[in-house]
């Protein structure tokens, strides 16, 4: 196995393995997983720190002013809150935390220094490194924030390009990659990654983690969609345990080096299947709840991971 990992026409033929031979996947995407990355799992918690009324049109989110469901609708919290928040995640046996804003970017001044503010104050505090999700920024934004102590910049690229126009017509697909391109060029590490169960294809499964294996970012967060109520893809089934274990497998053999991280909706995906998630080749978790949902007790997560035989990792890989 080289660092590269499988091609696309291994990845497609492993992801419709039939699911009386999905053990046998998993089994070789875990030794894989021993090999490149270790036992450890690293976790990460996120706030969301700037909530609703968003202009993208993405059907999967709550968020988007352009779909009807019920969530809080708040401005960016103070730097105070959100270096709180951050504590709160490093209780939780977290070394990352995530500022997570609504929106197509932060732009104004105002919202700028207040998240200049927070990134110092959690940098000051050491207890965990900040992180952020912000939207498609320009050049100078990322450079003040990295300036300020930022350690990482994620975007997701969502889906996979071909499939993108079906899931959102108001944002390029490109920004992302752009925004992540520029995050690396002012020294900061990156975190990009995509949803699956949107309605795509296996193939289209697998041109997206070939794209994300193109921006090389250093994490890749997987989410599975969790239907909400209220936005236009509420009435999409959702995948079946096994056919998200398979993607998990695929993620890590296209991807042995990469941080893969088990994110949104994978306690309503994978139910009881989730420590086997681990073992298909997950190195890392989102603790302690999403954007607009909730997720389980963190002891829970804790106890999984150490029942599973791994170990809650207390550094980078």
Known sequence: MNAHGIDTREALELLQTKDKDTMDLIVRAHEVRKASRGLGVRLCGILNAKSGRCPEDCRFCAQSAHNDAHIDCYPLQSAEAIAQAASQSGQHKAIRFGIVTSGTAISTEEEIGTLETAIAAIRDRGEIAPCASLGNLDERTIERLAASGLSRLHNNIETARSFYPNICSTRPWEGAVETLRLAKKHGLTTCCGGIVGLGESHAQRVELLDQIRDIDPTSVPLNFLSPIRGTRLENEPLLRPLEALRFVAVARLMMPEKEIRLCG?????????????????????????????????????????????????????
């Open 265 to 317: 909706g994978r306690e309503l995906v994978l139910r009881d299947t989730q420590a086997l998630a681990l073992v298909a080749g997950a190195d890392g978790l989102m603790v302690g709840g999403y954007l607009t949902t909730s997720g389980r007790k963190v002891e829970d997560d804790w106890r999984m991971v150490e029942d599973a035989g791994f170990f809650i990792a207390s550094e980078e890989k």
